[in-house]
């Protein structure tokens, strides 16, 4: 199982709001995230394999809001570098069990030869980067720490870099949303 994060540059003061059931609403969306601007989008296990302590430490998230199909959370910048450990981690692990033989590598895991080749053909075909600017209509940047649109964590990893160098995190919140 893994979720789908979207993380979003929020307003300081009043990061999101609650839209209450008897007002008209999107059934997935009980929480709209105030001055919105979404920085990257997201399919990760990190987040639902961080420990309990890890997600409660208020020294990483802060929880905003919750109910049953999402979770609303603040992450400091303590807490971009916790996902960054993570994704470090995932992508040892990665490259670790590429290198074993079939017999000992993990069944979900391919041989390095495979490995290579799919990193070869994403490279050629998606490119992992992008250079251009994305405007919305009022001419704003949008997306501006996302590095790479692929979804491999061997370049995600650029993404939380982007973000935990660049990010204001004096004069707005960091905020995630997923389910």
């Known amino acids: ?33 105030n001055g919105v601007q979404v920085l990257w989008s997201e399919a990760t296990d990190d987040w639902i394999e961080m420990s309990e302590e890890e997600r409660n430490n208020t020294n990483y998230f802060i929880k905003l809001h919750s109910d049953e199909d999402t979770e609303t959370w603040e ?25 074993k033989s079939d ?20 490279f050629l075909a998606n490119c992992v980067y992008d250079l251009k600017e994305f405007k919305d209509d009022n001419g704003n940047i949008e997306n501006q720490f996302e590095v790479t649109s692929s979804w491999k964590y061997e370049y995600c990893i650029f993404n939380l870099i982007a973000i935990y160098k660049l990010f204001d995190f004096d004069n707005f919140k960091l905020v995630i949303k997923g389910g």
């Open 103 to 122: 017999d000992e590598r993990e069944w979900n895991y391919t041989s390095n030869e495979l490995y290579t080749k799919q990193k070869l053909r994403e």
């Open 75 to 99: 992450v400091t910048k303590e807490g971009v570098k916790l996902f960054i450990e993570k994704y470090r981690q995932r992508i040892i692990k990665i490259l670790s069990e590429s290198l």
């Open 1 to 33: 199982m893994s979720w789908r994060l979207n993380w979003y540059k929020a307003d300081k003061e009043n990061p999101i709001t609650i839209i209450h059931e008897d007002e008209e609403f999107d059934s997935y969306d009980y929480c709209k995230v």
